[in-house]
């Protein structure tokens, strides 16, 4: 079976998670919602300084010119930062994906993307199936190196899977502890599907679980650690967002200590508590 992720405790700064296509994403990256312009751009350099070296943006988030400021100034080869960004949902269809596709370079100021994603499968449209298939061609002309979906659940991707011949590389979705998509994970490493989670610390919420805070005492780690962790060591691609440099760098700092498997199941059990934060797939 397809390992898409990381499972064991050796997972360092470095980890790349395998994708379907060949490529490589790290597990650890840096996410850029509700961020204005200056201040992706300002994080984003924070970031990449840290260590990150994968940035989660898109269309709608209004920032891709900050963050391909930011990456391009930062020094760092194009090829050492995996960069992401999604199309939104008025952009379905063939030909708007293909002109959405051209303005995302031209705001991020960049040649190509790593990942492109398809940001939510708006199924009232009918459209995500001819969508992905226009980013099929993006893939071939090698301007995006890979591409995705989010927020698709299990019917969303057989009907995808069965028309396109291909399973996406990556499918992003909520996924925090009190929502932590069990089902849906099984089912992409059925299909070779890479599982990233999307608020992951739960905007914050999870931060104060008590069992969470139970084992960042035991551990000696702050509540986002042991999150963040946990994630990796579930073998979820994880992107945090904060803007506080003391926080983007709190986040990075998962690499030297590990949780028990029984410390994992402990968290993974918490899901329902507070469910899901965000809009449901089928509806949004
Ligand atoms: P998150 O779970 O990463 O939480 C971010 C919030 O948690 C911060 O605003 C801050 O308040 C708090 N926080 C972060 N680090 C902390 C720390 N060390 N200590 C204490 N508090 C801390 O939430 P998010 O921003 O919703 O999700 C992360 C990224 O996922 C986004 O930036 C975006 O890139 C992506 N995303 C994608 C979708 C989608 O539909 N595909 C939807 C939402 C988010």
């Known amino acids: 079976m397809f390992n898409g992720g990381v499972t064991d405790s050796a997972i360092t700064a470095n980890t790349l998670v395998q994708l379907n296509d060949g490529n490589a994403l790290p597990a650890l990256g840096f996410g850029v919602w509700q961020m204005p312009d200056d201040q992706a751009a300002d994080s984003v350099a ?36 995996f960069v992401t960004t999604k199309l939104w949902n008025d952009d379905q269809g063939r030909d708007r994906t293909l002109r959405a596709f051209d303005d995302s ?10 990942l492109y994603l398809i940001h939510w499968p708006k199924p009232g449209l009918g459209l995500y199936i001819e969508t992905y298939e226009a980013m099929m061609e993006l893939r071939d002309s090698g301007r995006a190196r890979s591409i995705g979906v989010s927020n698709f659940t299990q019917e969303h991707l057989l009907r995808l899977v069965k028309a396109t011949g291909e399973a996406p590389a990556v499918n992003q979705v909520e996924l925090h502890p009190s929502f932590s998509q069990a089902a849906l994970r099984a089912f992409h490493a059925e299909h070779a599907i890479a599982t990233e989670s999307w608020s992951p610390l739960g905007q914050g919420e999870s931060l104060t679980d008590p069992t969470v805070t139970r084992i960042a005492r035991e551990v000696g780690r702050t509540p986002a650690q042991v999150v963040l962790r946990w994630h990796l060591q579930l073998g979820n691609i994880v992107i945090p967002k904060s803007a506080t440099p003391a926080r983007i760098a709190e986040n990075f ?4 200590f590990a949780l028990t498997p029984a410390q994992v199941a402990e968290i993974t059990a918490l899901d329902g508590g507070g469910g899901r934060i965000g809009p449901h797939p089928e509806r949004f």
Not at 51 to 64: F, K, V
Not at 107 to 112: F, I, K
């Open 105 to 114: 370079l031209v705001r991020l100021g960049l040649d190509y993307v790593d």
């Open 253 to 256: 700092a998962v690499f030297d």
């Open 46 to 81: 924070e970031a990449l300084a840290v260590g990150y070296r994968s940035i989660d943006t898109a269309r709608i988030y209004d920032n891709e010119a900050g963050v391909g400021r930011a990456i391009r100034e930062s020094g760092i080869a194009r090829s050492d930062v």
